[in-house]
């Protein structure tokens, strides 16, 4: 019924930025929060950054002013700009979000994306 696809991942050298996306499709009639979350090789899946639908943010400390998450409602859209990128930033990158469909107005479904490939050289 809905899906997450994010797109933007790649391998970019330590200083460098790059910018996620993640667009929500499907009998989507609202989307609450949104959010992205990553899991580095042998570790558990952790949190980024969280936005609400009125744009209010919140930040994992180790990204705290090196990354940016910011939303298109009209286009379903969460973002996420990673400047100053370190090695440790090196994961997978998993969108979050919880939408309600037509079908179903009033129960928020926690839907996930399959996740993009961040990779940091040093």
């Known amino acids: 019924q809905v899906q997450l696809v994010e797109s933007g991942g790649g391998l970019v050298q330590a200083g460098g930025s790059l910018r996620l996306s993640c667009a929500a499709s499907?009998?989507?009639?609202?989307?609450?929060?949104m959010g992205w979350y990553r899991q580095a090789p042998g570790k558990q899946r952790e949190f980024v950054a969280t936005i609400t639908s009125g744009g209010s943010t919140n930040y994992a400390d180790s990204v705290k002013g090196r990354f940016t998450i910011s939303r298109d409602n009209a286009k379903n859209t969460v973002y996420l700009q990673m400047n100053s990128l370190e090695p440790e930033d090196t994961a997978v990158y998993y969108c979050?979000?919880?939408?309600?469909?037509?079908?179903?107005?009033?129960?928020?479904?926690?839907?996930w994306g399959q996740g993009t490939l961040v990779t940091v050289s040093s």
């Open positions: 499907g009998n989507i009639f609202n989307i609450n929060n």
């Open positions: 979050n979000a919880y939408i309600t469909t037509y079908y179903d107005r009033y129960r928020y479904l926690e839907v």
